[in-house]
């Protein structure tokens, strides 16, 4: 054997014995194998931040690699969700989003433009919480009880101002479906998001937001802001003195739930892992600690459970866009 053809051979049986002892030399590496991304579509402060940091922090720990949360923000959260539903299906891009994934793309047809994305797009992972709105003013605002601002939204019609994450947002819906209700007109004020929406109420630029506790119960306590009513089935444990609409007479009942995606076609190894770690998070214990701070109730379902649920919920909420109708977005 020349000298030519020996070097060839000891390259070649050096590659095979790295190939049998190193699988993943050849093969994909296991997943993950690189640090991940969660794209929470609206600004800092607001459900989907505060829910998706914890939760980052905490499947962080089972997976052995960084997720890094990135806020896109902006059209009601339709930015950020379009933009993991496009996203390679590989696992390493995640969406913490809220109910109002369900609105945009019933509300882009409504407005006769494209959707920026399909429910369809996007493929459940697990849903980590779930809260009923509340409507909440300023401290020093006159009204003191629901009936005081529904009668005075009767003498003024679209004088009283709220605020919200978009147009057909979260925030705006439930608000929509209050006014419905008790059959009065209110003037919407659209920001980029509950964060930016909770700063034009204590800033005094709006009157009124409907938003999830967790997001103000801090300036509840520190008595900036006045709880009116709940959007609940029941009254929340950690406000029981504050009434539900439906037991004050009105059909308006509404929840924002905090659910991780990933895009459809994402591998299953990947989703497997994705799920058993969301799953874990949801019990850990510094984790647990975040969620009571904001007094945001857990509401842990596994993808297949939370599959049923989300397609439960978005009916009725694309029922609730269609009685809304087409509006245009109010700069």
């Not at 959260?77 to 993991?84: D, E, F, K, L, R």
């Not at 849903?127 to 009204?143: C, H």
């Not at 998001?193 to 909770?198: D, L, S």
Request: glycine share 8%.
């Amino acid at each position: 054997m020349s000298a030519t053809a020996i070097v060839k051979y000891v390259r070649f049986a050096s590659l095979a014995c790295m190939a049998a002892w190193s699988p993943g030399l050849f093969a994909d590496d296991p997943y993950p194998a690189k640090p991940i991304t969660m794209i929470v579509p609206f600004p800092p402060g607001g459900v989907a931040d505060l829910t998706g940091r914890p939760t980052a922090n905490a499947m962080e720990k089972i997976l052995k690699q960084k997720i890094v949360v990135e806020n896109k923000a902006g059209a009601g959260g339709g930015i950020g969700m379009a933009y993991v539903a496009k996203a390679k299906p590989d696992g390493y891009t995640l969406l913490m989003a809220l109910s109002s994934i369900s609105v945009i793309p019933e509300a882009d047809r409504l407005l006769e433009r494209a959707p920026m994305y399909q429910l369809k797009d996007l493929a459940p992972v697990a849903l980590i919480s779930a809260d009923p709105t509340i409507l909440v003013v300023r401290a020093e605002s006159p009204w003191k009880t629901v009936k005081d601002f529904v009668d005075d939204a009767k003498r003024r019609p679209n004088a009283i101002t709220f605020s919200s994450s978009g147009v057909y947002g979260t925030l705006h819906v439930a608000m929509e479906m209050l006014a419905m209700a008790a059959e009065v007109k209110l003037h919407h004020v659209p920001y980029t998001g509950a964060g930016p929406a909770i700063i034009a109420l204590l800033g005094g630029h709006v009157d009124a937001l409907a938003t999830g506790p967790g997001t103000v119960i801090q300036h509840i306590k520190a008595g900036k802001l006045r709880a009116l009513g709940s959007w609940g089935e029941t009254r929340l444990v950690s406000m029981p003195d504050l009434p539900t609409f439906r037991e004050l007479g009105y059909d308006a009942e509404f929840y924002i739930w905090s659910g991780l995606f990933a895009p459809a076609g994402t591998p299953e190894p990947a989703m497997a892992a994705l799920r058993n770690a969301a799953r874990q998070a949801v019990n850990d214990p510094q984790f647990k600690q975040t969620m009571a701070a904001i007094e945001t109730p857990v509401s842990y379902l596994d993808a297949p459970e939370f599959q049923k649920f989300w397609d439960r919920d978005a009916k009725r909420l694309i029922e609730v866009v269609r009685r809304i109708g087409k509006i245009e977005e109010k700069k």
